[in-house]
C-alpha cells in the first residue's frame, strides 16, 4: 500500500465564497451550491500529477465578511457517492461517542469533530484512497507540462482532498475566489559512488582486477513532504552482489533500525522494466521523522567477476552500478552512475627482427603472489587470450600460473590493474631467458609501463637470444690439430734426414 500514511498533497479545499449582494458595504457574505470555484496549486512540479477527490458538497454558506478566517456557517452535505459516503459514515460518531472524525445528522448534514486534528483526517482519507482503490475522474486529475502553476477550474463547492504523485505535503491558503494550495514538495537526492583506492576517497570511478572487492556507497538526501522511498540498484554483469555486506546508517554514523527498512533481491519494484539486483524501501514515518536534508547512507560491496568488460582504449568498456530512488506514487529521481573499470596488456615473445616464438613461458606477480588465469576459449586476433581466474576458479583447479606463447608469440593478459612482475620461466629450447623480470605498471585508461618507460598502448616486447656452436671432442677441431701435428712430425723428420746426408759427404 505505498501511499498508506503517505502525508501527500493533502489538505481540504472547501469552496470560497463569492457575495451575491452588490452592496459593497454588505456585512454579510452568502451563496449556495450552484456557484462553482478554483483550487489553484503554486510550485507544481514539471510531470507531477494532481488529484482531486471530492468527499463532501457544500450546500450554502454565510459568513461575516469581516472575519479574516471567514468565520461562519457552512452546511456540508454527503456526496452520494458510494465511495466517499462510505468513508463518511466509516468515521462518523455514534449517539455518545466523540473519537472519530465526523458527525452526521438526518444521514445527510455533515459537520467536522473539532477535537480532532485535519492532518490526521488526510491521511485516513489518503489511507482509503489506497485501500479502497478509490478513482477520480478525469476532470480531476492533471499533470504538470512544467514548474509552475495548475489549476483546477469550474469545481462544484465542497470539501476537496487533494492528492500529488510526489506525496508531498501542501499547505493550503485562502483568497477571495481561489483556493490556492502551495506545493512545497521538493524532489530527493541520491548520489552513487564507488572507493577508489588510487584516490583513497569515495568518486564516480575506479579500477579493479577481477577478483577484487568493490566497495559503493549511495547517499540519500531528504526532502521536505516526499514519501514511499525505494532505492534502486542494478549491478551490470562483471559484478556480484556481497548481499551480508550491507551498511545503512545515517551520516551521522548512527544505525538505521532494520526494522524501519527492508532489502529484496532481485526482482520489479514501480515501473522496472527489468529486475534490480536489490531494492531498498524505507518506512514512511522513519523517513518523515528525518528533518530536511538529512542524509542516509547506504554501503555495500560487490566482487568484479569473470563476465567483466575489459576496457579498450579504441572503444572503451565500463563495468556500472546503477541507482535511482522511488518516491511518491511512482515518480523517480535522475539515474547516478558508477564505473569500475579493468584493463590488460598485451606480450610479444620474438627474436631477431619480430621473428614470433612458440613455448615461452611467464609468470606474473603482485607483491610476490603469483597471478592465476584461465585460457579464455576465444583468441583475439593474434593474441593467445589469459583471463585472471575468479577465487571460484581458484578453488575449483580451473585456473593455472603458467603463461604460455603460441606459434605467433603472442598473449593478451586481461582483467588486471596496478604493478606487476612479469617473469619468464621458462624460454623456447635453444634460447636464454630473461635474466631479470620486468615491471609492468598498468594505469588508468589501459596505460601500461615497462620498467619506468614512457606509458603506452604498446605491446609489452620481450626478446631472446640464442648462443652459437661450442666445439666439441672428435670433432674438426681436434682432427686439425692431429693433421698440423703429423705434418710437423714428418717435417721435422724430412730436416733431419738431410743433415745425415750431408755430414756422410
Not at 18 to 43: M, P, R, W
Not at 183 to 194: A, L, M, N, R, Y
Not at 472 to 485: A, D, R
Amino acid at each position: 500500500m505505498k501511499l498508506i500514511k503517505k502525508i501527500a498533497a493533502i489538505m481540504f479545499a472547501f469552496m470560497m465564497v463569492f457575495t451575491l449582494s452588490s452592496n459593497v458595504n454588505a456585512e454579510t457574505v452568502s451563496g449556495d451550491s450552484t456557484q462553482t470555484g478554483t483550487i489553484k496549486i503554486t510550485n507544481a512540479k514539471k510531470d507531477h500529477t494532481y488529484k482531486l477527490y471530492k468527499i463532501l458538497n457544500l450546500d450554502s454558506y454565510s459568513y461575516d465578511s469581516t472575519s479574516a478566517n471567514r468565520d461562519g456557517n457552512y452546511s456540508y452535505t454527503l456526496t452520494g457517492d458510494a465511495s466517499w459516503d462510505a468513508f463518511v459514515n466509516k468515521n462518523k460518531n455514534a449517539e455518545g461517542e466523540n473519537d472519530k472524525f465526523f458527525n452526521v445528522t438526518d444521514n445527510k448534514y455533515v459537520t467536522f469533530n473539532k477535537t480532532k486534528e485535519a492532518s490526521d483526517l488526510a491521511k485516513a482519507a489518503m489511507k482509503y484512497v489506497t485501500d479502497e482503490n478509490v478513482t477520480t475522474t478525469t476532470e480531476l486529475t492533471k499533470t504538470a507540462t512544467e514548474d509552475g502553476t495548475l489549476e483546477f477550474t469550474g469545481l462544484k463547492l465542497g470539501y476537496y482532498l487533494v492528492d500529488s504523485t510526489a506525496g508531498a505535503l501542501c499547505n493550503l491558503t485562502t483568497t477571495n475566489l481561489t483556493i490556492n494550495i502551495q506545493e512545497k514538495s521538493e524532489v530527493p537526492k541520491v548520489e552513487k559512488q564507488v572507493w577508489c583506492n588510487d584516490q583513497n576517497k569515495y568518486s564516480n570511478g575506479n579500477y579493479a582486477s577481477i577478483g577484487d572487492t568493490v566497495k559503493f556507497k549511495t547517499t540519500i538526501t531528504k526532502k521536505s513532504g516526499a514519501q514511499n522511498y525505494i532505492l534502486h540498484d542494478t549491478l551490470s554483469n562483471g559484478l556480484t552482489l556481497s548481499n551480508s555486506s550491507f551498511s545503512v546508517k545515517k551520516s551521522d554514523g548512527t544505525d538505521v533500525p532494520e526494522n524501519k527498512y527492508k532489502i529484496t533481491y532481485n526482482d520489479k519494484l514501480g515501473d522496472d522494466a527489468v529486475n534490480c539486483s536489490f531494492h531498498i524501501s524505507f518506512e514512511n514515518s522513519y523517513i518523515e521523522a528525518l528533518t530536511d536534508n538529512e542524509k542516509i547512507e547506504v554501503e555495500y560491496s560487490a566482487v568484479l567477476n569473470e563476465k567483466a568488460v575489459i576496457f579498450d582504449p579504441t572503444n572503451g568498456g565500463t563495468n556500472d552500478n546503477t541507482t535511482f530512488l522511488q518516491y511518491g506514487d511512482n515518480m523517480k529521481t535522475t539515474v547516478s552512475t558508477t564505473n569500475t573499470m579493468t584493463y590488460y596488456f598485451k606480450v610479444f615473445k620474438y627474436t631477431g627482427s619480430n621473428k614470433p616464438l612458440a613455448d615461452a613461458e611467464f609468470e606474473l606477480t603482485q607483491n610476490g603472489n603469483k597471478i592465476k588465469f584461465v585460457l579464455d576459449s576465444t583468441k583475439d586476433g593474434m593474441y593467445k587470450v589469459y583471463r585472471k581466474a575468479t577465487q571460484e576458479e581458484i578453488e575449483a583447479n580451473k585456473a593455472t600460473d603458467k603463461l604460455i606463447t603460441d606459434s605467433d608469440g603472442k598473449i593478451k593478459i586481461c582483467g588486471i590493474f596496478g604493478e606487476y612482475k612479469l617473469e619468464e620461466t621458462k624460454a623456447p629450447k635453444g634460447y636464454n631467458k630473461l635474466v631479470s623480470p620486468y615491471t609492468i605498471k598498468v594505469s588508468d585508461g589501459g596505460f601500461v609501463t615497462v620498467n619506468n618507460e614512457k606509458p603506452s598502448h604498446n605491446d609489452v616486447k620481450v626478446k631472446n637470444e640464442s648462443g652459437s656452436l661450442l666445439p666439441s671432442t672428435g670433432g674438426m677441431g681436434t682432427t686439425l690439430i692431429y693433421l698440423i701435428g703429423g705434418a710437423l712430425v714428418l717435417g721435422s723428420g724430412f730436416v733431419l734426414a738431410n743433415k745425415k746426408r750431408a755430414k756422410a759427404k
